[in-house]
């Protein structure tokens, strides 16, 4: 691949200042997450302004570099922008969690084609919703923790290590023989968390799955309390969780 040019389907995760005119443009791929240096990407004339941005699916052609992980940039058109997003901050917010998790836990090669699927459908439904489509019905507090335990589990199972429930009630076994109590209604909802729709339950399984990150993955805990308490925005009734 090293020296090749090639083109591919890549969803935006991150930019970042190269120089005063240049970019890195962070991307993931159904190959993996990709770096691309974008020379004069600011500069008045660009070609390459206007063309990408967080989370667009873009159509870019690259040259594969055999002597480092970042690759220049040649070509880039956005196939999918998603511009509602930008009207909703909680949206947004999550929207840039998806993106993070997905670029730390993708492997690269065939395998991470499951993963680049996994942000597209996410980024889609989130879009579709800031959009006001319908299919998407209820508070947006719901919605949104529904779509992140959505998106937590669908990423544990890609990673081999979906939680398991033990029993009705439900137990988490997490390393060794510890196990997490879990209640019988939040057991449910981390068995089908699109059919819940109290708020109140759906963040005591979303607690339940940031302690099974916690102790299975190299995540930040007090980054993903911060976006449930954002995506939530001190809702009527609900209570500041731990998870």
Known sequence: MAGETIKT?????AISPWSRTSHVVRWMTPSGPLATLVKGAVRPKSAFLGQYDLNYTCEILYYANARGDLHALRECAPTRAR???RSNYRALVLAEYMRYQTAALSPRGPEAEGWYG???RALDRLAARAAGEPGADGPEAVFLVREMLAFELRALDLAGLSPGL???SGAFVL???R???VSPAAARCIRRPDAEKNIQI???AARAIGVFYAFHLDSAPEARRMVLRMICNNEEGTKEQDG
């Open 202 to 204: 759906l963040l005591d």
């Open 9 to 13: 389907d890549a969803v935006c995760v």
């Open 118 to 120: 996994l942000l597209v």
């Open 175 to 177: 390393r060794g023989e």
């Open 83 to 85: 511009a509602a997003l």
């Open 179 to 181: 196990q997490l109590p």
């Open 166 to 168: 033990e029993a009705e």
